[in-house]
Structure formats: C-alpha cells, structure tokens
C-alpha cells in the first residue's frame, strides 16, 4: 500500500511539474470586496474552451483518474502476481513433503507385508506337518474285529500317543506313583482269601469286587482334544428321548469344555456318528463327569460348584458349591487333569470323591442326593488322592486304581461306607495304552467304563456278595 501512495505521489508531482510553465496565478477582488486568487492552468491538447470552462476541467480531472487507475491497475495486477508466486512455492513445498511422508508408510506397509507372508509361510510348514503327523498315526497297523457285543477288540495295541499335546489349561503331573504290593499293607493274619476260593461264590447282586476283565476297544479318538474325555452310558436313564442304549461322550482337553456328544447306541458311538451335540451352559472342568437317572452331573471350571444338567429339558437343574472342596489342581489324582472332583454313580445312588484342606489330600467320599445334589453323608479315608492314578464307586464301596501307566496295575485299596472302613486289596487292573484318564462304574451293564490314551475302552467286573466275603 505505500508503494502505491508513492507511485501517486510521484505521478501528481510529474504532471504538475510538466504543466507549471504554462500556469498563471492571479488575485483580484469580488463584487463583496474579498481578495480571490484565481489558479490557471493551459490545456495541453485545446487552445480555447469550445464546451465551457467548468464541462472542460472535469473533463480532464476525469482523463486523469482514468489514467490514475489503469496505472493502480498495472500495479494491483504485479502484487498479486507476486503473491501467487511465493503461495505456489509453499504448495510445492507441502506437495513434496506429502510426497515422501506417503512414500516413507509405503514402505513400511510393504515390509509388514512381507513379515506377515513369512509367519503364513511358517504356519502353512506347521500345519502341513501336523497333517503328515496325523496322516502318519491314521495309517499306523492296526486289526480290529467285531465281536458280538458289537465292540471293537484290537489285537496290535498301541505303545502311546502318537505325540503329545501341551496346553496351559491342563495339568499333568509326570511323576509315576510307586505301586506297594497288598500284602505289605495288610495286618498280619488278615489277608484277602485268594480269588479262586472265592470264585466259586460270585453273585449277582451287590458285593465286593472280585476280578475286573481285560479291556475292550470301543471306539479310539481321531483328534488331539481326545486324549483324555468322559463317556458313559446312563444306568438308569428317566426318558423320553435316551435309553440305557444311548452313549454320552465329553472330549475333556482344552479351555472351554461345553460340547456334550449324543449317540444312539454303542454301534453309532464306534462309527463315530452322532446323532446330536449338545452345547453345555456352563463349561465343564476334568474327566470327573457322569450320567445317572438322566442328568449329566459335572464340576464347574476353575470352581468347587457342582452342576445337574437335565438331558431332557436340555436346561440346568440344580447347582451346589460342594463344602471346603479342593479345586483346580489342589488335590487331583496322581495325574493331573485338574481332577480334584470326581462325580460318580453305583447301585446306592450318586456319590463325589474329592479332598478338603482339613483332611490334607486324604480322599473324602460323600454320598449327594440326586436331585438337589445337597451332601447326605461324608467319610474321610486314609488314602491321599494324589497317591492313586483313578477311582470308582461300586456297592457303596470306593475303589483306587494304583498307576495310570503301569500296563499292568492293581486296583490296590477299598473303602467301604457301610462299615466305615478301608483295607488295602490287590485285583489286577490293565492300562492297555498306559495313559487311563477316567474310569467309571455302571451297575446296570456291570462294567467299568474307561479313557486310556485316546482310546475308550470298557472292562467286564465280577463282584462277590458280603456275606461270602465276609466268611472267607
């Protein structure tokens, strides 16, 4: 803006100064007798005033202005020139800088891409490798034949699992559980009568265990959530839509446990076709999980909660906190599993095996009423439940399993509630595939029932009334 007052300025003075030599200055008096001074100026285009003195000078002042504003014109014009200069300057400054900064995220875009094309490339190897390993184990020799009962008998047995599966939700313990023979348990002159005087008195109705069989191969688990699991057959199943035909299956490995497998008999269970898939409210904790009177009865995750679920109404029935019970991993069965509570069934009704702080890791039996799963009766053993590999209840009576390796076991101490007494024994108990992760009474089809090592195996019982026992 002062460049332009001084553009002006300069051009005033340049056209005053081009017409002072032919200006006039004059003074005289009015008709009112006042002194006025008369300025003239010659036109530089026009030697006389054809239109009027006054019409002609505005004329002129007029021209001027024209000249005037064409002049600020010409100069409004360079200004702004200049200004779009310098603002094109700075747009291709800010272009520039736009430029690299999308050229610096394209190549970070580009190596994340490629460290993520590497972690699939690794995954593919891991998974391709896996498949070779699973397709490797499915193709392993290995004859079945059918027998009557429409099992499985396998006469090349497996050494173990195919590999093992490592998840922080589960816990194993590694170390074996040294078997002591019964004998060196037993007082002096209060020793078992042998199996053979006995098994001339077998009966058919509730007693002592006497032999248990070897195991029968029903159906082995194709995936790694197998290794360990739950399946039963309900003994006194309460209609309308599942028999005692019917086989419920729980594949135990992993976090969030909730599927429950529904069979229609034991033919379909070992095809492996199940005829619906129940989805639990509440996920399940372990292998201590079992059907009767048709509930499945089961502990809660991560908590000493016991739970009915109704298999008819497909809804949960009852829940109980069960009273100063041990609960993931502070009193499992020697080998993990977070398997401090362990649900059961027998001809006396419905049973849990668990430990309390008070008894410090010694089994305690308590005796549940079926319905509101409210705790009857309880009695305290001498046995710890990390000492043994498993247990089961049959005619009221607590059974241990010794090893859940040892291929050839024993089942190495019994308590009963009727008396209130335990004694150690010595029945001969086989873990085919070395790894049983639950075992589990029926008393309608006299059979326990078993996980061993992805396989679900079945084994016959013969049992031995008290009264012969007792005379023996």
């Not at 391709?128 to 499915?138: D, I, M, T």
């Not at 010595?426 to 061993?452: G, I, T």
Request: one cysteine or more; charged letters at 20%; proline letters at 4%.
């Amino acid at each position: 803006m002062l460049l332009l007052l001084s553009v002006l300025s300069s051009s005033c003075f340049a056209a005053f100064s081009q017409s002072q030599g032919r200006a006039s200055l004059s003074r005289s008096n009015d008709p009112n007798g006042r002194c006025v001074y008369s300025f003239a100026v010659v036109s530089p285009q026009e030697s006389s005033c054809p239109g009027g003195s006054a019409k002609s000078e505005t004329d002129e002042v007029l021209t001027r202005l024209t000249l005037l504003e064409a002049l600020v014109s010409r100069l409004t014009a360079r200004g702004e020139q200049g200004t779009a200069s310098v603002g094109l300057r700075h747009s291709e400054e800010n272009l520039q800088e736009a430029y690299a900064q999308v050229t610096r995220e394209r190549n970070q875009l580009q190596l994340d891409q490629e460290r993520l094309n590497a972690q699939v490339r690794k995954l593919q190897g891991t998974v391709a490798q896996l498949n070779r390993e699973v397709e490797r184990l499915r193709q392993r020799p290995c004859q079945q034949t059918h027998t009557s009962a429409g099992a499985l008998q396998e006469n090349t047995p497996l050494r173990g699992p195919g590999y093992h599966f490592e998840n922080t939700s589960y816990q194993e313990m590694k170390a074996e559980v040294k078997e002591v023979a019964a004998s060196r348990l037993l007082p002096e002159g209060n020793q078992q009568a042998s199996s053979s005087k006995l098994s001339s008195n077998i009966s058919s109705g509730c007693g002592e265990l006497l032999s248990v069989g070897d195991p029968v191969l029903h159906r082995k688990a194709d995936a790694i959530t197998g290794k360990y699991g739950v399946w039963l057959q309900d003994p006194e199943p309460q209609g309308p839509y599942y028999t005692n035909k019917t086989v419920w299956r729980i594949d135990s490995v992993g976090k969030e446990i909730r599927q429950l497998f529904v069979y229609e008999d034991m033919d379909q269970f070992s095809k492996g076709f199940p005829m619906k898939v129940l989805v639990l409210p509440e996920p399940v904790e372990s292998t201590g999980a079992t059907v009767y009177r048709g509930s499945l009865y089961y502990q809660r995750r991560r908590s000493r909660t016991l739970l009915r679920y109704n298999l008819n109404s497909e809804n949960l029935a009852s829940r109980l906190d069960l009273p100063h019970a041990g609960f993931h991993g502070q009193h499992p069965y020697s080998w993990g599993g977070y398997t401090d509570i362990d649900l059961a069934a027998d001809e006396q009704g419905l049973w849990v095996i668990y430990s309390t702080g008070k008894a410090k890791g010694a089994i305690v039996i308590s005796q549940l009423d079926p319905e509101s799963l409210e705790v009857r009766r309880s009695w305290e053993t001498k046995m710890r439940k990390n000492a043994v590999g498993n247990a089961f209840m049959a005619c009221g009576r607590l059974y241990t399993v010794a090893s859940y390796t040892t291929p050839n076991t024993t089942i190495n101490y019994m308590f009963d509630t009727a008396t209130s007494e335990g004694r150690a024994i010595s029945v001969p108990f086989v873990n085919k595939y070395r790894y049983s992760s639950m075992v589990d009474y029926n008393h309608a089809q006299r059979k326990l029932y078993a996980w061993d090592n992805f396989h679900m195996v079945t084994y016959d019982v013969r049992l031995v009334s008290s009264a012969t026992s007792d005379a023996g």
